[in-house]
Nanobody, 124 residues
């Protein structure tokens, strides 16, 4: 069965850092683009970052560009999101997703495989 499992969330102080991980199973990981999204209560799911099949191309939302870094290790079937200079507004449930699209999409509807999410809370 195809699964994505996020981990690494938690409570951090503003200005701190966290690294989220996404472990994939049941799929040929290198054939999928991977993205990170987040969703806070009462808000729409928000695109954060995406990375292409081989890791050669990345895309970031303006809100996190320069603070977050997406990466992947196809040999380990994992993707990561390194988050620095965290702000209280970053508080949300963070999700990883996978897509077979050649071009890296930034909309949730183009991703067919989703993890269950991991909570990130940034205190002020």
């Amino acid at each position: 069965q195809v699964q994505l499992v996020e981990s690494g969330g938690g409570l951090v102080q503003a200005g701190g850092s966290l690294r989220l991980s996404c472990a994939a199973s049941g799929l040929t990981f290198s054939n999928y683009a991977v993205a990170w999204f987040r969703q806070a209560p009462g808000k729409e799911r928000e695109f954060l970052a995406a990375i292409s099949w081989s890791g050669g191309s990345t895309s970031y939302a303006d809100s996190v560009k320069g603070r977050f870094t997406i990466s992947r290790d196809n040999a380990k079937n994992t993707a990561s999101l390194e988050m620095n200079s965290l702000k209280p507004e970053d508080t949300a449930v963070y999700y990883c997703a996978a897509s077979r699209q050649v071009r890296v999409p930034t909309t949730p509807g183009r991703y067919g495989i989703w993890g269950q999410g991991t909570q990130v809370t940034v205190s002020s």
